[in-house]
């Protein structure tokens, strides 16, 4: 089959995804998902007398997608436009004797598909969560080397006041620490398998139905819900949500990277290694690519929310329409999830902050970065709504005149009456109001 998606590209699929996670959303692991179940489901019937428990075996013996072949079930699925049925059969078609007749006894195509699709979501986990676990601990023990590495903190893309780059560092480490909390948090709720029949009142078990499926799904490791969630998608929906709050702040790291390797700022770099080409005509371009990379990736993953959310929309017991969205759109949210995470783990691990770069911008306009310290002290003195009257005149006129912030203080009366060319001098050090920054940093990323 010709392949056109980005994620199966011969030319770009490692750039654009993950091959541990496109594994793990594969057709021939997708189909052992679905025979996993329907083993788990015949051992567990046969255990309570529903099926033989000789065909519970033989079922459970032949459950292994090695035996089937893939491409006739798509062709069958195409045909009979059902994306359970033909994997039924040729499951049902390996046993020996009358075996058969009990696979999927009693069971629906949404309890598989659905079962399969958390089977497969739980095997990716520990992959995306590793990243995520690395990416934590690397940005900690960067923070902390960086505790008081001084740079300046921006707001509205302008110069604001100094912070240190292991402050910076620290809040990318709380809000990774959330994540994980929130991850850790869902699971108990996201891991939870749904084996109930047509419409979800297990009318075709019998009264072994509560007990048949607590089972099934322990034997698969998951847990079991209170009640049917063929029409109740928040699960899903759940767990699409985590991993994008989880890429958003990837993305939005990304992006700092790349802004603050501008040529003009120059703070950090990301990682390089000679054969990393820069432009096909222009040698000395080093281009943050791997930034760009993740910030594209957080763009595709963003885009998969709408359908994602779209598929909440259920109606009656079951709705095919909206369910088929998750078939196409929790692999694709994953398998770019998978690649950002990897990429943003190579990014982190092997950043490069250029410390007397930062240090050289927090001096570069000439003392204004400190025009809120000179402003509170002076307000000591005459006022804080007086002082920042005074002080936002000097800070314009060096600004318009482009003249030394330090200059304009001395000489402005109103100042220089209260403090002198020494206490300015030391006001406008931005070593000296750098407030909590390193504590905070002790605080996040230890010691």
């Known amino acids: 089959m010709t392949t056109s998606h980005i994620t199966d590209s011969r030319l770009f699929g490692t750039t654009f995804g993950s091959a541990q996670i496109a594994s793990v959303f594969s057709d021939r692991n997708r189909v052992q998902k679905w025979f996993d179940i329907e083993a788990a489901l015949a051992l567990t019937q046969g255990e309570l007398g529903i099926i033989p428990s000789a065909a519970a075996q033989e079922i459970a013996r032949k459950a292994d ?31 020996e004797g009358d075996a058969g007749e009990y696979v999927h006894y009693g069971a629906t195509t949404q309890d598989v598909m659905d079962t399969g699709m958390v089977l497969m979501v739980r095997e990716a986990w520990p992959i995306l969560l ?7 601990e690397k940005l900690a023990a960067t923070a902390r080397a960086h505790r008081d590495t001084l740079m300046v903190g921006r707001t509205h893309g302008q110069q604001a006041l100094p912070v240190t780059f292991g402050y910076k560092l620290a809040v990318w480490v709380d809000e990774i620490d959330r994540h994980l909390e929130r991850c ?9 398998g749904n084996i109930t029949g047509a419409v979800g009142t297990m009318a075709s078990f019998g009264p072994h139905g509560i007990e048949m499926q ?29 991993l994008v709050q989880v890429a958003g ?43 760009e990379l993740a910030v594209a990736l957080w763009r595709l993953i963003r885009g998969l929310v709408v359908p994602l959310t779209d598929a909440l929309f259920q109606e009656h017991e079951r709705d095919a ?15 770019y999830c998978g690649a950002l995470f990897a990429r943003m783990r190579a990014v982190v691990e092997n950043l490069e902050p250029l410390a007397e770069r930062m240090r050289g911008n927090a001096n570069r306009l ?56 020494e206490a300015v001098s030391d006001l406008l050090d931005p070593e000296g109001y750098l407030g909590l920054a390193g504590r905070f940093v002790d605080e996040v990323a230890g010691h």
């Open 65 to 95: 997608a090695t035996l089937v072949d893939l491409d006739a079930i798509g062709r069958e699925i195409s045909s009979t436009t059902h994306p359970l049925v033909p994997a039924i059969r040729a499951l049902a078609d390996l046993c």
């Open 366 to 421: 000439g003392g204004l970065l400190l025009s809120e310290r000179v402003m509170l002290a002076l307000g000591g003195k005459v006022g804080k709504q007086t002082a920042h009257e005074i002080v936002y005149e000097v800070a314009m006129a060096a600004q318009t005149k482009g003249t030394d912030f330090r200059a304009e203080l001395a000489a402005d009366h109103r100042v220089a009456a209260h403090l002198d060319r």
């Open 214 to 242: 607590r089972r099934a799904l322990a034997r698969l490791g998951l847990g079991t819900p209170r009640i049917c969630w063929h029409s109740a998608r928040d699960r899903v929906a759940e767990t699409a949500w985590l």
């Open 184 to 192: 850790t948090e869902a699971e108990p709720r996201i891991f939870v």
């Open 130 to 136: 590793g990243d995520l676990h690395a990416v934590r």
């Open 249 to 291: 702040t990837f993305g939005k790291m990304a992006n700092e990277v790349y802004n603050l390797q501008r040529t003009e700022i120059d703070e950090v770099h990301e990682p390089f290694h000679m054969g990393k080409v820069g432009s096909s005509t222009m040698p000395h371009k080093r281009n943050p690519a791997s930034a």
């Open 321 to 335: 329409s909206a369910l088929r969205v998750e078939l196409a759109a929790v692999p694709e949210l994953a398998v």
